[in-house]
């Protein structure tokens, strides 16, 4: 079945950087588009960014481009965000996303941005 795993989130001060990882499986990874999403308390889920396939294009919403960086490797079934000059505001447990028939969702991992 589809399974994914987010993992690299953690305690970070303003202006630092995070790379966050989805290990996935029980799909075609190349095959498929994919996202991340975050959502803070109180808020609704949000879309950071997406890679799509074929080709590899990317979009951000305009609250992270410019720092935030979604990348893949289809050899090792693993999707990056890689975030860099974080702020305050980024903080957020972070999803990543696949639309496979259905969509799926991983468990999530914490980015806290404070000093």
């Known amino acids: 079945q589809v399974q994914l795993v987010e993992s690299g989130g953690g305690l970070v001060q303003p202006g630092g950087s995070l790379r966050l990882s989805c290990a996935a499986s029980g799909f075609t990874f190349s095959r498929y588009g994919m996202s991340w999403y975050r959502q803070a308390p109180g808020k609704e889920r949000e879309l950071v960014a997406t890679i799509r396939t074929p080709g590899g294009s990317t979009n951000y919403p305009d609250s992270v481009k410019g720092r935030f960086t979604i990348s893949r490797d289809n050899t090792k079934n693993t999707l990056y965000l890689q975030m860099n000059n974080l702020k305050p505001e980024d903080t957020a447990m972070y999803y990543c996303?696949?639309?496979?028939?259905?969509?799926?969702w991983g468990q999530g991992t914490q980015v806290t941005v404070s000093s």
């Open positions: 996303k696949v639309i496979v028939r259905w969509t799926y």
